[in-house]
């Protein structure tokens, strides 16, 4: 019996021994799970993941598709072309555009790509410090230019990654170390949204001031922003004469006694179905309407120059010398509004938080346009020297930069303060 039961005991450690081996050896045979850092030619598509900064530039699927790679400890931007995921044949030369070069078009020499000798990839590096201007994501936006062999007509491909959150609208967009791709997912939805008629209360304040972009201005009292009174700027959205009767209501409602078109001389046309109320038009007549045609590139990008301090000095001109409240406008209320709107209530004293926070607001009129507030912030860190929320006091040194390049004086600032806040 005792010999009986020491076999099995054997037995049963024989069989415990060589299941083990068997599981040990199987373990060690199983390839193992690469990271992107081991296996490069792998596509990641986990966005928080995929431009992973290389120390050496190294081409392979996952940034053919992105058409960048950081490297150098994120210090360089490699952008790359690849002619057969984007499906262009006979291709001779290509050439870089976006945000932060001005959207040049064509044919910029300083922006070619270099060949490889794959024939197939095109390459070109930057410092990624020189590539730190927004688009309207707020994160720098690129396309390709690429001119054929046998054509004369130019491609401008649209992006093609399908790893979310690397692209707006049909542009390529380059996401520095720190950057949440899920915010450019949710900021995708809301720059693709239409927004109908039915999906507004225009008996509620706050729904009547979404569709209408019309609203007080941070640290004012007496200045409101919005969208054009009476230009149909997206006539093709259902939303579009109501919106402008809404402008045209609220401007009455408000007492609004002059107003800056940032826009240019525009004339209502009535083929255009376009009308102004005899409100306006008695703003108009009075000529306490000042028109200024202005554009997006000098408000974003040329908030230095001699362009932005004309401008500038313009507007508070016409606020000293004339009675509010005050209406400022382009035609939807966003860019050239947003900029100047936000530069008046920082001169009177509003925060950061509150003019980014007011700046972002245009985005819920749902008519398929998406600004970030980091457009607005690169306009004023030109102005700064930094960031406007590293600045311990924005007034002060809004105030002083605009003083020190002779755009305002300090008695203009003074009387500007004292007309907004009445």
Partial sequence: MFRKMSICGLSLALFLFLFLFLLLLSCQSQPRTATPAQDPGKTNQDPQKAPVVQDKLSINKTNRQLCYQLYKDGQEVAFIFDAKLHDIDNVDR??????????????????????????????????????????????????????????DSPLEPAAISTIPGYQMSTNNLILFPGVDPQEIVKNFSVATTIKQLSDFDLSDPAQAAMISNFRRVPGTTNLYRGYHPYKLSRPQFDTERARSQMVQELFEKTGIKSAICLSGDEKASAAAGESISPYIQGVLDSGRYLNLNTSYNLVYFQSTSPGFSELLARVVAHIKFNPGPYYVHCRLGTDRTGVISGTLAALCGASWEEIAADYQKSNDMGIKEFRDYRLLRHSFRQILGKNPEEVEDLQAGLSAAFIAAGSLSREDIELLKAQLSK
């Fill in 94 to 151: 290509v050439f870089l555009e976006g945000s932060f070069n001005g959207w040049l078009k064509g044919t910029d020499e300083s922006w070619l790509l270099k060949p490889a000798s794959d024939g197939r990839t095109w390459t070109l590096s930057r410092p990624a410090a020189d590539l730190a201007v927004p688009g309207n994501s707020g994160h720098p936006e690129f396309k390709f230019f690429i001119l054929q062999k046998d054509s």
